[in-house]
């Protein structure tokens, strides 16, 4: 398979040699058949190939495919998965542009695959206002193939909101396109019950929701971050003071960050440092949720820990703060901003500065007032390299975003993760009181995913070993039996 090089693109082949997670959902998506996963791989790679999906960016697209509006990401549904829609009144059938408005889709796919790390869509066909002319079940079939045959692994479900009775018939044979597995995923809805999979605030006012956003192009619909973001936090001027209840909570987290620091010291000197601190982690207090050992995102410019997941408690743990450490790899400083997509909720401190070589950066992120993280919320860290001769003072960094290309800029996304708790409020006061480092709740979700891993992999120890006891079990049985009838057969035989 990979020897044909001339089928496939070779950067997907380099991708499919040293990406175990492509091959894994490919093997997932063909319930772990072999050969299915072979011919998936095979015929999504002659149409990645076709389709130069490694190539598709805005300039090869035209213009008017973007402001049709027709297709876009936007928003969650109420698992948390990216929402891909497909405006059906804005598609009008036409052979002619059929081959670029497919190439527009699979942008989007590719778009969002790379950058989300190929988390899963759920696909959403907005069929409100439609008639005949909009019906185009060749492009339909198309959109759905991207997910059945080009994407493995990459469909949710597909939620269909209000379908012309015209479309009846229609659908039926999409249903013979989609196969016993996909059938499942298609959830018909309309106006009193689609928020049975998508929250009203991710939902427009004709579909019964709240959400006041409206499509526009440029610029490129950036995900969740296509609208102008406070750069530091909540709305509120970063120079008002604060309240009483906030600076004590602030003059906390900051003792406890800096309990083995120079107060004033807020980078660590060398990568070499970091590693130490690692080795060390056993025996030493660490900051609440500053777990420099746990997954890291290594990205050119910055190793961003942790590398998916912000984890917050809700509103009765009460963990309103989470550390995010950047480690620079350049040789260069590198200028950061971290953006949110709920401003109003969220301090974050710095959201804009900059980065020494080698050095790592400690950003304390605190939900603000009475507020409570939502698994929907948004962090997005964007890096660039600046030159040795320019400073990293504000106007120089507010210059340099200014005239920095947008190909030079790094980007990394981060979820944020509630975890729920039962320990009672008072156990957690007597550790505080005796100054004992209560575990965190992203310490306790860890353990608790490796102890279920770990317990798992016994059951199924446990299970083979019963087995084979049952196996051997029934084998000495049979011996028995097979002897007991030989030594009958020599006992009649000589009476």
């Not at 058949?33 to 960016?57: A, G, P």
């Not at 590693?275 to 890291?296: G, Q, Y």
């Amino acid at each position: 398979l990979l020897d044909k090089s001339d089928k496939y693109d070779s950067r997907d082949v380099e991708r499919l040699q040293q990406d175990d997670k492509w091959v894994e959902n490919y093997l997932i998506w063909r319930h772990d058949v072999v050969d299915d996963t072979l011919k998936m791989i095979d015929e999504s790679f002659q149409w990645r190939k076709e389709y130069t999906v490694n190539d598709l960016t805005e300039s090869v697209l035209p213009k008017w495919l973007f402001e049709n509006g027709s297709l876009f990401l936007h928003g969650y549904d109420k698992e948390g998965y990216k929402l891909f829609w497909f405006r059906v009144k804005h598609h009008i059938r036409d052979p002619k542009q059929q081959l670029e408005k497919k190439k527009l889709v699979a942008f989007w796919l590719e778009h969002y695959a790379k950058r989300d790390h190929g988390k899963p869509l759920t696909v959403v066909f907005d069929m409100a206002e439609t008639g005949i002319s909009h019906i185009d079940l060749d492009f339909v079939r198309f959109i759905v193939s991207c997910f059945t045959d080009y994407y493995p692994n990459f469909l949710t479900k597909i939620v269909i909101f209000e379908m012309p009775w015209i479309m009846n018939a229609a659908f039926k044979i999409v249903k013979g396109w989609l196969g016993p597995d996909a059938i499942s995923m298609l959830k018909f809805t309309n106006k009193s019950d689609v928020q049975e999979y998508i929250s009203g605030e991710y939902l427009p006012p004709h579909m019964g929701g709240t959400d006041s956003f409206k499509y526009s192009y440029p610029p490129l619909v950036d995900d969740d971050f296509q609208t102008p973001l406070c750069e530091n936090g909540p709305i509120t001027s970063e120079d008002e003071p604060e309240s009483k209840e906030e600076i004590d909570a602030d003059t906390k987290e900051t003792g406890e960050l800096n309990e083995e620091q120079n107060p004033n010291q807020k980078k660590m000197n060398s990568v070499e440092q970091i590693s130490k601190s690692e080795e060390t982690d056993k025996t030493e207090f660490k900051p609440k949720n500053a777990k420099k050992a746990l997954t890291t995102f290594k990205g050119p410019l910055l190793h961003i820990s942790p590398a998916e997941e912000l984890y917050f408690g809700s509103k009765e743990t009460g963990e309103k703060k989470c550390l995010i450490v950047l480690t620079n790899v350049t040789k260069n400083i590198v200028a950061f901003k971290v953006r949110t997509t709920a401003p109003e909720k969220y301090r974050v401190k710095p959201s804009n500065s900059s980065c020494e070589p080698g050095t790592s950066l400690d950003i304390i992120v605190s939900l603000h007032g009475g507020f409570a993280a939502s698994l929907q919320d948004r962090f997005l860290i964007m890096a660039a390299e600046m030159d040795q001769s320019s400073g990293a003072g504000v106007p120089e960094l507010t210059q340099f975003w200014k005239e920095v290309p947008r190909t030079k800029v790094m980007e990394h996304r981060l979820r944020c993760h509630v975890v729920e708790s039962s320990k009672p409020s008072s156990l957690t006061l007597k550790e505080n009181t005796f100054n004992i480092p209560a575990k965190t709740n992203e310490d306790l979700h860890i353990q608790l995913t490796r102890l279920l891993q770990i317990n798992k992999s016994l059951q199924e120890q446990i299970d083979r070993c019963l087995w084979f006891q049952q196996l051997s079990v029934v084998l000495s049985l049979l011996s028995v039996t097979v002897v007991a009838f030989c030594f009958y057969l020599l006992y009649t035989q000589r009476s």
